[in-house]
């Protein structure tokens, strides 16, 4: 739907929701025709006359996993409205959208594609991909991999928690991993609680680690989910092995955050 086609509402709430829309596309937001839900509606009407939407909040979490959006971007677009009327999403409100975004995961097809929605990182798929291609670009130049790369493990598994503390553990790790890594690392969820990084074998993998570890530490305080990451979290650098097929067993792999 697109932008002028959107339902009427009361002139102050569809105001909001105009600059929400345009904040949302310009910052975070990836496509344009999907944004718009009911919900939608039922959050700018509710803040504008200072409501109770925590039920809208839910609802749009639970479109958004139907969709096949990540909870990061679902997140981030939610922190848009609230920045559109200029405040901040109490946590009620976060947890709510998370809340919804589960319910609608779990009822939602498997989702087919290289990156986890739980954490925004990729899965082990996609760094098995672009490990494949490391190995054969290394074996083209006679090098042996395993001298010139290497993987950076982070594991905070916690056990036995219920699906949204998982949830705000995979959410909080994704953005630890995309802050340290960017974009020039293959990335990937290996296991529960378990996120691998591929790295050159340099001068500077040492402080890396060093770097990631208070970046796990710093989150978990900052994004309040101590108790569903371990502390301290264990960082290691582990070597590669001789085969690429070796990896899923060598990080314990079964894909889920």
């Known amino acids: 739907m697109t932008h002028g086609r959107l339902p009427p509402l009361e002139a102050p709430a569809q105001r909001l929701r105009d600059r929400w829309r345009d904040e ?3 910052a975070v937001w990836l496509h344009d025709g999907d ?3 009911p919900a939608v509606d039922a959050l700018a009407e509710g803040i504008v ?3 109770d939407v925590t039920g809208a909040a839910e609802r749009l979490g639970r479109a958004r996993a139907a969709l096949g959006v990540g909870i990061g971007e679902a997140l981030d677009d ?3 409205l609230y920045a559109a009327a200029g405040t901040e999403p109490g946590p009620d409100v976060l947890r709510a959208v998370s809340v919804g975004w589960v319910v609608g995961n779990e009822t939602a097809p498997a989702p087919v594609g290289l990156v986890d929605p739980w954490s925004g990182l990729p899965t082990l798929d996609y760094l098995l ?3 494949r291609e490391t190995y054969g670009e290394a074996g083209r130049q006679g090098k042996d991999p395993t001298t010139t790369h290497a993987l950076v493990v982070v594991d905070v598994a916690v056990d036995q928690l219920t699906a949204f ?3 705000a553990r995979a959410a909080a790790m994704g953005k630890v991993m995309a802050d340290s890594f ?3 690392h293959p990335m990937a969820v290996a296991a529960p609680g378990v996120f691998v990084a591929l790295v050159p074998r340099d001068a500077e993998l040492g402080t890396h680690v060093t770097l990631l570890r208070a970046a796990v530490d710093r989150a978990a305080r900052d994004r309040a989910v ?3 990451v371990r502390r301290p979290p264990r960082v290691w650098v582990e070597g590669l092995p001789a085969s690429v097929d070796d990896v899923p067993a060598l990080l314990g792999a079964s894909g889920a955050a």
């Open 165 to 167: 503390q998982r949830l």
């Open 182 to 184: 960017g974009e020039g």
């Open 24 to 26: 949302s596309l310009a």
């Open 129 to 131: 991909l672009r490990l």
């Open 226 to 228: 101590s108790a569903v």
């Open 78 to 80: 939610v922190a848009c």
């Open 49 to 51: 006359e200072k409501r």
């Open 35 to 37: 944004w718009y839900h």
